[in-house]
């Protein structure tokens, strides 16, 4: 039931607080990964893991665009993420040590399925799911899984699954990395960090208004572009596929780094460009991008930690965010992107739960 909510995606956004709890729940102490909690398959099989292969579709292929950051950073591991459609009609050449991750929401998605099943041909180390359904194919047919604890999700446009297989995707992290090298310390910080998360969700959702209020500045437009750095790439991506999804607005994301190498030329007045924008070592070079934006009229969106330095200037608006552990900013920062495609597609007036043309589960090539 959609309940006080309109929809079921609103409701699925403001579910996120408490999914991610449960994703956690049982699944890290204060200061450990509890790595059972992979199943007891699992430590044979990491103890080999020296390169990660991630395969899924959509959203969730976007949750392993992030996790690359993750596993070079944390588990100082190399890591190949592809789209199953194309990975499944490849020549794959696996190198040895190498672990096999599909992420899912459904665990029923054709492509991701016809991966995994061409995958256990090959040698892998093993192959785990990351799935938000336990009785599904996917599951059923991998070595072993961890499930996001999203409950069902309805909305076709995926919210609470993605940031949910982020955390899962994290806590795998944390556990390839005490095998690579991550003291206890570190790991510790990375669950302090964790426990937070949480809160940290709520208080981005209390800047709903504020970006409601920017939403009607999408309403009329045809076009828009996001941009990110780094682990924000990604996020920017998901923003862009949520907004053509729910919206039909046609957009696109960028690694901010690639402007000058083409998307610039699109810019004008008339071009609405979202930026995220993390407290990172990145953020000096990311500002430096949006200067470029700015001379060229783009009308610019930052979504920013509020003690990035940005300030309300007629150059650009703004959404604060409260300062977020570097880890987890690409969860938090998903946040207002959501919001944002949501907001927009209420004004446009289209079916936001079940958009045109798209299917919740693409149980077909
Ligand atoms: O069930 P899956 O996670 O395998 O689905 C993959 C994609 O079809 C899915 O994420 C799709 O991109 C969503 N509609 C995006 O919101």
Known sequence: EKGEFGHFMLKEIYEQPRVIKNTLSGRIS????????????????????????????????????????????????????????????????????????????????????????????????GRLAICNVATSSLVRESDFSLLTMAGREIGVASTKAFTTQLVALLLMSLVLGRRNGLDEE????????????????????????AIQRLSIQFADKHHALFLGRGPQYPVAKEGALKLKEISYIHAEAYPAGELKHGPLALVDDKMPVIAVAPNDELLGKLKGNLAEVSARGGKLFVIADESAGFDDEVDYQLVRLPPVPEVLAPIVYTIPLQLLSYHVAILKGTDVDHPRNLAKSVTVE
């Open 30 to 125: 204060d200061r450990h990964v509890l790595e059972e909690a992979f199943g007891v398959k699992s430590k044979a099989i990491f103890d080999q893991v020296d390169n990660v292969q991630i395969v899924a579709c959509g959203t969730s292929f976007h949750a392993g665009l992030i996790t690359k950051y993750w596993l070079e950073n944390i588990a100082k591991m190399p890591c190949q993420v592809d789209i199953a459609s194309d990975y499944r009609y490849r020549n794959i050449i696996v190198r040895p040590g190498t672990l096999f991750v599909t992420i899912s929401q459904s665990g029923e998605t054709a492509d991701t399925l016809a991966a995994l099943r061409y995958a256990q041909e090959l040698p892998y180390v």
């Open 186 to 209: 570190s790991e510790a910080a990375y669950i302090r960090d964790l426990h937070q998360l949480p809160d940290i969700v709520d208080k981005a959702l209390a800047q709903d208004q």
